[in-house]
């Protein structure tokens, strides 16, 4: 009964604050090896932050990057992620196709994640025949010892019908009165609804997270999925490859539809101004610069 109590909260909790966080997803061993993964593959290492202060930072961030490679598949496969995200959201809950990989010491301001870079900042609050269920997880790696950063954000803003906003969809009020914060420590993961105003909050070190984003198979959930993916070509999103579709479809976590040529056109209908704005040229994936 009392696993069933500790599930209630969980659930209540998150559907009133729209966060909540899983604590030390991998054990020590596990994250240091990640953490390696991920320097060699992104070549952002803990010792190009030595000399945090004389501008020789180096930064990654690419839409994708888990889709794409196979090594970090299993953040897709983790059943701890998995049943969390089936609890909170739903069981019928799926893996919108969308994933990305950053490593860098900064953040965005405040904002939330479901206008996905377009106006109207409206989704979820339009009416439309389906509940907002876009969700994201928030995997942050780094060494086991490493500090923690903060995350800031308004709790319960996801229900919020904001009025004005800004070009970031942030409201035109004084939002830092009603900010709450985690700290977030490698290994932790934050689940939470995508309309929740946030923000990480900048750090000296290497700040190394993974983002997967998920939702119920409903008018929202493919609307940022087509959008992100067709409108957003300066993102890079790419198709699945199958093996990756059949690992999710054993998990009854795979979009169904998202390749099918009519849905797509069904949703990408009312876009049709959007459709060109971004550049595929200017790809912000798979880079490394220097900041
Ligand atoms: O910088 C952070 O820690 C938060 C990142 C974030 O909000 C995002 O990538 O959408
Ligand atoms: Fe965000």
Not at 39 to 54: I, K, L, P
Not at 68 to 87: A, S, V
Request: glycine fraction near 6%; proline fraction near 5%; charged fraction near 20%.
């Amino acid at each position: 009964m009392q696993h069933f109590d500790l599930m209630q909260t969980v659930r209540t909790r998150y559907a009133a604050n729209g966060i909540v966080k899983l604590s030390g997803l991998f054990d020590d061993d596990t994250l240091s090896a990640l953490w390696q993964e991920i320097q060699d593959f992104t070549g952002v290492r803990s010792e190009d932050y030595a000399g945090v202060m004389d501008g020789s930072r180096k930064a990654y961030n690419s839409p994708g990057t888990v889709i794409r490679n196979r090594q970090f598949w299993h953040l897709l496969e983790n059943d701890i992620i998995n049943d969390t995200i089936k609890l909170l959201v739903g069981y019928e809950v799926k893996f919108l196709g969308l994933d990305s990989m950053t490593v860098h010491w900064s953040s965005h301001g405040l904002h939330r994640d479901s206008h996905v870079g377009m106006e109207p900042f409206t989704q979820g609050f339009s009416p439309a025949d389906a509940p907002y269920t876009v969700t994201r997880a928030l995997v942050h790696v780094n060494d086991p010892d490493a500090a923690p950063y903060e995350f800031q954000f308004h709790p319960a803003s996801h229900n919020i019908e904001l009025g004005e906003m800004n070009v970031h969809g942030v409201p035109l009020f004084d939002a830092s009165q009603i900010c709450a914060s985690m700290l977030v420590e490698p290994g932790d993961c934050l689940i939470f609804d995508a309309r929740l105003l946030h923000t990480g909050m900048p750090i000296v070190s290497p700040k190394c997270f993974v983002t997967m984003t998920y939702g119920l198979p409903n008018f929202y959930s493919y609307d940022h999925f087509f959008y992100s993916r067709y409108v957003r070509v300066d993102q890079g999103l790419t198709d699945m490859p199958p093996e990756l579709v059949e690992i999710l479809r054993v998990r009854n976590m795979y979009l169904e539809g998202s390749t099918d040529e009519s849905l797509r056109e069904e949703f990408l209908a009312p876009r049709a101004e959007d459709i060109g704005k971004f550049d595929p040229d200017l790809l912000s994936r798979d880079y490394v610069r220097d900041i």
